[in-house]
């Protein structure tokens, strides 16, 4: 048998370019267009096909010029133009020039991680019963769980990307939806017709199977919390991300025999996870600085609050502990910033209604608080019992509207003056005492 090194000078010297213009594109036997990274591969499969059905000479000489060139350009290659401080680097150690970049990407049509990890069970089965050496099995499986890790994050980084985009379109379209449609406001806002509107009972057929009743306890949960279709449709995609991620993993870990691979995507993941916590805060406060009215403001509130609260979304994305922590921090205190606008903006508005309503004024009451001039009362009409019925009315308005003030505003808003912290108040009911009929009011569309 005779060896030439001509084809393993050819293979190292496309491995040369590959380094140099990966994405060049050139033309092969005048009307084959192809990107130079995969002129060597193309070889090296052409070679590896031929030493398989018998022509190990002199095709197999490719293999060991396409490795022994790599090799060179990643660890021994001297970098003479690139130094850092002052010394002189050896190898390209980049991502783009790695042993995995070579092959192709077998794991790109795996869209889920249970995908991915039946087909890594698989390979790792059939290494077990190859008959390779443990050695070699070894490294086998670093490249496999390499390539595994890798896809695994893109995924995951995917669908980040995809929940954050979607929270942000569902919130706007929330949003023009309140400030459009009646129907959607009303819905939004009447909490106690959306409480006594009870979703559909499961019937005796639907009862066979599990589904219809999950739904149903799911449906009646919700009610209960408040949360309605609105709210719920805005913080599912980031808790249905959420929850995905948590899944994932816990199948990873079920049947994983490589606590190291796990700890690895878990670091790899948390910036990321970081990354959407930041984007979800930021995309609330530029969103609430530019709500339109006060249905919007409401609304943005209430979001802020369940993240705040009662949403799992924050506890089971994988951020880290001090990002969690300022995240329920950060979204409590932007709810308290909308609800400290709403009460403003609608302390102003009540005011503004009322100063250009013009309504009219029960004529002894209009008499009694002398806009000008003398008094014109009856003479059968006793003044102070006028003054004190006004006086009464009054300070019973004044504290009902004191809950809405802010307290810097309590003097200029209050003429019968602040009322005192440790007074005794009625309630609204009292003050406003129902009719004998108010029992039999029926409540929601009942």
């Not at 783009?96 to 698989?122: C, G």
Request: hydrophobic share 40%; with cysteine.
């Amino acid at each position: 048998m005779e060896y030439h090194g001509q084809m393993a000078l050819q293979i190292a010297i496309l491995v040369a370019f590959t380094q140099l213009i990966p994405e060049h594109q050139v033309q092969v036997f005048g009307f084959i267009k192809t990107r130079v990274k995969t002129l060597p591969m193309a070889y090296l499969t052409l070679s590896t096909v031929l030493c398989l059905v018998g022509f190990q000479c002199p095709w197999i000489v490719i293999q060991f010029g396409w490795f022994v060139g790599w090799v060179y350009l990643r660890f021994y290659k001297k970098n003479i133009s690139d130094t850092i401080g002052g010394t002189v680097t050896y190898g390209d150690r980049s991502e783009t020039f790695s042993l995995v970049s070579w092959f192709p990407r077998w794991f790109a049509d795996l869209q889920n991680v249970k995908e991915l990890w039946s087909v890594r069970a698989s390979a790792l089965r059939w290494l077990s019963t190859s008959g390779f050496a443990k050695s070699e099995i070894g490294e086998m499986r670093k490249i496999l769980d390499e390539a595994c890790r890798l896809r695994v994050v893109e995924i995951w980084r995917l669908q980040l990307a995809q929940s954050m985009d979607s929270f942000g379109q569902r919130l706007d379209s929330t949003l023009l939806s309140l400030a459009e449609s009646g129907k959607a406001r009303h819905q939004e806002t009447s909490l106690v017709n959306f409480l006594f509107q009870a979703p559909p009972i499961p019937n005796s057929l639907q009862l066979s199977t599990d589904t219809p009743f999950q739904k149903y306890t799911s449906s009646l949960r919700q009610q209960l919390v408040g949360r309605t279709a609105l709210l719920d449709d805005v913080l599912a995609t980031l808790e249905s991300c959420a929850r995905t991620i948590q899944q994932d993993l816990a199948h990873v870990m079920a049947g994983d025999e490589s606590p190291e691979l796990v700890q690895q995507l878990e670091t790899t993941h948390r910036p990321e996870a970081d990354a959407l916590c930041a984007n979800v805060i930021e995309k609330l406060e530029k969103t609430a600085n530019q709500a339109p009215n006060t249905d919007g403001l409401v609304f943005i509130s209430r979001v802020s609050d369940e993240l705040s609260t009662s949403s799992p979304f924050i506890s089971e994305i994988g951020c880290q502990a001090s990002v969690l922590q300022d995240f329920r921090k950060t979204t409590a205190a932007l709810h308290g910033r909308v609800v400290d606008r709403w009460r403003t903006y609608t302390v102003s508005m009540i005011v503004r209604e009322h100063r250009t309503a013009r309504r009219p004024i029960h004529p002894v009451l209009a008499a009694s608080l002398k806009p000008s001039g003398p008094s014109q009362l009856p003479s059968d009409v006793d003044l102070d019992t006028v003054h004190q019925s006004a006086t009464d009315a009054l300070s019973r308005t004044q504290t009902l509207f004191a809950t809405l003030l802010p307290r810097d505003k309590f003097t200029a808003l209050l003429g019968l003056g602040v009322p005192p912290q440790e007074g005794q108040f009625q309630p609204a009911v009292a003050l406003a005492k129902p009719t004998s009929r108010f029992g039999l009011v029926l409540v929601g569309n009942a």
